[in-house]
């Protein structure tokens, strides 16, 4: 998993339980690793810079051998069924939407068989294509007990709204949704006041002081997102929020603009989630580890770690139950939250290792 923050990639080894919805997946293990000299070629094309035919099929190449450096070294020749990969996203607006990728050159390089563009066929059918991660958010983290809200703070904050598990029907009841911006206007913030790529743990928005007008200002542009029901994508990024930093930046110091950043985007995140009768909201993503954010959403939140899925993992993870689904068969999207106008379709783009072409698990 590579999201849209750039911020590196992320691979989880999962095993799995059974088949279908009733599936139980178990995380082994992870790691990290950076993007290194792609990042910057990544974001190029993510912004919409110009670049050549060429360069953008070797940067999608390099990108897939990357990959395949970072899976060999997680499984250091542990036996693997299938490997999913989200791809990066350098372009979405439904319906058009691209997430780079080279199944083909991962299949070759480690030998195991590569499923991938899990969006595109949501996308093809009419719907958003976004979020595709709530089915997986129920197999990993339902409660027989209690609603839950599942919510990752990546470039994007996004919540999956889980009912309580009364069986199978509850699945229809199962919505997501994309609420605003968070790490593209945090981080955008820390790069520029900070000089960093990121502010670790909150700990410069520890320090300042919240100013309520620039705070409201930013809580506006970012609460718009949150009512559009939609999907967000390029664009989105930190619309309205560049300019908000550049005309606060002189007025504020370093950790006050960050402090009131995190307000801002924590009340944002609150508020969407208000609409929402959850008993434990279960947080992950990079953001998940910003304290000073995590302040500002509610005293309910807690991250996913105690539940068996590691935060910073979730998303890598959650793609490996969305390869096996694609594999069993299971469509991974769901009308109510892609809003795709009829039955969702079967997902993925494959490309194979071997001359096997079964796409069942034993």
């Known amino acids: 998993m590579t999201g849209t923050s750039l911020d590196?990639?992320?691979?989880?080894?999962?095993?799995?339980?059974?088949?279908?919805?009733?599936?139980?997946?178990?995380?082994?293990?992870?790691t990290s690793g950076s993007l290194g000299e792609l990042a910057?070629?990544?974001?190029?094309?993510?912004?919409q810079k110009p670049m050549t035919a060429g360069e953008i099929a070797k940067l999608s190449r390099d990108f897939a051998l990357l990959h395949a450096r970072e899976v060999n070294a997680l499984l250091d020749g542990e036996a693997c069924d299938l490997i999913a990969v989200h791809g990066q996203t350098v372009f979405h607006q439904p319906p058009v939407s691209w997430q780079l990728f080279n199944p083909a050159v991962l299949a070759h390089a480690t030998g195991i068989d590569v499923v991938c563009d899990l969006r595109a066929a949501d996308l093809a059918a009419g719907g958003q294509g976004a979020p595709i991660t709530p089915i997986a958010d129920w197999v990993w983290l339902r409660s027989a007990t209690e609603r839950r809200v599942v919510l990752n703070l990546g470039g994007f904050a996004n919540a999956t709204i889980l009912p309580r598990d009364a069986g199978p029907e509850?699945?229809?009841?199962?919505?997501?949704?994309?609420?605003?911006?968070?790490?593209?206007?945090?981080?955008?913030?820390?790069?520029?006041?900070?000089?960093?790529?990121?502010?670790?743990?909150?700990?410069?928005?520890?320090?300042?002081?919240?100013?309520p007008a620039a705070r409201d200002e930013l809580m506006a542009i970012l609460s718009r997102q949150a009512s559009g029901e939609r999907s967000l994508g390029t664009g989105d990024e930190a619309i309205g929020a560049g300019g908000w930093a550049e005309r606060w930046r002189g007025r504020l110091n370093a950790s006050d603009l960050c402090a009131t950043a995190c307000a801002a985007v924590g009340g944002a995140i609150r508020a969407a989630l208000g609409r929402h009768d959850a008993v434990r909201v279960l947080v992950a993503g990079g953001g998940a580890m910003n304290n000073t954010?995590?302040?500002?959403?509610?005293?309910?939140?807690?991250?996913?770690?105690?539940?068996?899925?590691p935060g910073a993992f979730r998303e890598a993870a959650e793609m490996a139950v969305l390869g096996a689904l694609c594999q069993d068969g299971v469509p991974i999207t769901l009308p109510g939250v892609t809003h795709v106008p009829a039955a969702a379709p079967l997902s993925g783009v494959w490309a194979f290792a071997g001359v096997d072409r079964s796409l069942r698990r034993p």
Request: charged share 25%; glycine share 14%; aromatic share 2%.
């Open 40 to 47: 910057p070629r990544l974001r190029a094309l993510a912004d």
């Open 170 to 211: 509850s699945i229809a009841q199962i919505r997501g949704m994309d609420i605003c911006a968070c790490n593209h206007v945090l981080d955008g913030v820390a790069r520029a006041v900070l000089g960093k790529p990121y502010d670790a743990d909150g700990a410069a928005a520890a320090a300042g002081r919240v100013d």
């Open 293 to 309: 954010l995590l302040s500002h959403i509610g005293s309910n939140v807690e991250r996913t770690d105690g539940n068996g899925l």
């Open 8 to 30: 590196g990639i992320d691979c989880a080894l999962v095993e799995i339980e059974g088949s279908g919805l009733s599936m139980k997946p178990r995380f082994v293990r992870g």
